[in-house]
């Protein structure tokens, strides 16, 4: 079966770091893209930005861009996403995704979810 | 970054009704539109792709078209596992992806 499983639910300070991870399973890790998404409390989807496994190749959006950190471990099929100094601001749910991949097509869509990681900063 | 919006905030069907759900886009996008639904506590599922073409294991209730800025999802007889808020995406201008605010379909 081809998945994503995230790692569970974090309680934070403001200020402390943390770093969530999402492993593939299923598929060939390094040939999709991975991507972030951020959905806070009652609101909706916000691309966060994505990463190439392959050679962790990264595209940030402007509104995270330097306060996340985007990383793979290929040798663990696993995508990280990392918090250096966090804030109240950044509780919400945050899923990985893959990019959908079809030969000889580019889409930017994402076939494959993770069930989300609540982090909660308080 | 180019604003998906998706006016209607919620909207109410009753069983076996017809649903549609619009997506305009501020600038144009081609046909490089997804739409996803997602249930309360779960995470969004890829349905439409390419701004009609059905994502794995869709059912074919669920229909897509559009193109530019004008999106539609439809879906044609609307059932109690339809209940759901749903995304539209634009791709078109990767690496600025964009989702539009959703759109809650709840049955009467």
């Known amino acids: 079966e081809v998945q994503l499983v995230q790692s569970g639910a974090e309680v934070k300070k403001p200020g402390q770091s943390l770093r969530i991870s999402c492993q593939g399973s299923?598929?060939?890790?390094?040939?999709?893209?991975i991507n972030w998404v951020r959905q806070m409390p009652g609101r909706g989807l916000e691309w966060m930005g994505d990463?190439?496994?392959?050679?962790?190749?990264?595209n940030y959006s402007p509104s995270f861009r330097g306060h996340v950190t985007f990383s793979v471990d290929k040798t663990v099929n696993t995508a990280y996403l990392r918090w250096s100094s966090l804030e109240a601001s950044d509780t919400a749910m945050y899923y990985c995704?893959?990019?959908?991949?079809?030969?000889?097509?580019?889409?930017?869509?994402?076939?494959?979810w993770g069930q989300g990681t609540m982090v909660i900063v308080s | 970054e180019i604003v998906m919006t998706q006016s209607a905030a919620t909207l109410s069907f009753s069983l076996g009704e017809r649903a549609t759900l619009s997506c305009r886009a501020a600038?144009?996008?081609?046909?490089?539109v997804a739409w996803y639904q997602q249930k309360p506590g779960q995470a969004p599922r890829l349905l439409i792709y390419s701004a009609s073409t059905r994502a794995t294991g869709i059912p074919a209730r669920f229909s897509g078209s559009g193109s530019g800025t004008e999106f539609t999802l439809i879906i044609s007889s609307l059932q109690s596992e339809d209940s759901a808020v749903y995304y539209c995406?634009?791709?078109?201008?990767?690496?600025?992806?964009?989702f539009g605010g959703g759109t809650r379909v709840e049955i009467k």
């Open positions: 299923g598929y060939s890790f390094s040939n999709y893209w």
């Open positions: 995704a893959r990019k959908l991949v079809i030969p000889r097509e580019q889409h930017n869509a994402f076939d494959i």
């Open positions: 990463i190439d496994p392959s050679d962790s190749y990264t």
């Open positions: 995406q634009q791709y078109d201008r990767w690496p600025a992806l964009t």
């Open positions: 600038e144009t996008v081609g046909s490089n």
